[in-house]
């Protein structure tokens, strides 16, 4: 089993949706959550940490349940700049993070 | 602008080369990765220095040897590297061993091993 896995799409969503995007996690150890946007031949960019409270920035908005492991990235009003793969990443413990695969997403003019 | 500064940012090499990739911050971090990405992959962890020592190598072939001079350098020597070596090549940066905050990348460096 995957330690992180996400839905790879692609999400294919005219200007204006709102999409999720869920992630699960196999480590129920791990202590740290995140979501990462990386455009095409880019580094990945750290988009937001995910707390337990839950947290939003602007349009974005992360959820974490621990008792099920999952992880969620929602995005309102969707801008053609958020085309982009969003990567859901989580820490494994003694300095290591693990990635999921990724989820390609494409907003449509 | 990225904080973490990696160079060359693109990389043409044969299969009989030496060559070395450079990664700098100056974020005070202390903790420094090595991470390996090819297309439509997630990254992949290489190694992983945390105050200067090297902490983790994820059963990397020989050919890679990373090098952390100081705590604001890492460099990854490069040396009869196959095809299919050729991906991004990815630095990272964090606070510490704990990675409560992320990592922060550098933007990369793309090589192609001829």
């Known amino acids: 089993r995957k330690e992180v896995e996400q839905d790879p799409g692609p999400f294919n969503v005219p200007e204006g949706a709102t999409v999720a995007f869920n992630c699960t996690y196999s480590n129920s150890a791990s202590q740290s959550f995140f979501w990462y946007r990386q455009d095409c031949r880019k580094e990945p960019k750290l988009l937001m940490s995910?707390?337990?409270s839950g947290n939003e920035d602007g349009r974005f908005t992360a959820q974490l349940n621990r008792a099920s492991q999952y992880i969620s990235l929602l995005i309102r009003d969707s801008k053609l700049s958020d085309s982009a793969t969003y990567l859901c990443v989580v820490d494994g413990g003694a300095n290591n993070l693990f990635f999921g695969t990724g989820t390609r997403l494409t907003v449509i003019p | 602008d990225t904080e973490v500064t990696q160079t060359p940012k693109h990389l043409v090499m044969g299969m009989t080369n030496k060559k070395s990739l450079k990664c700098e911050q100056h974020m005070g971090h202390r903790a420094m990765y090595w991470y390996k990405q090819k297309a439509k992959k997630p990254p992949e962890l290489m190694f992983v220095y945390s105050y200067e020592k090297l902490s983790i190598n994820e059963s990397v072939p020989s050919r890679f040897s990373p090098e952390c001079p100081n705590s604001s350098l890492l460099n990854l020597h490069l040396h009869a590297l196959q095809p299919e070596d050729s991906a991004l090549y990815l630095c990272a940066s964090s606070q510490d061993r704990t990675p409560n905050y992320g990592y922060t990348f550098g933007s990369g460096t793309r090589l192609t091993v001829v």
């Open positions: 995910v707390y337990s």
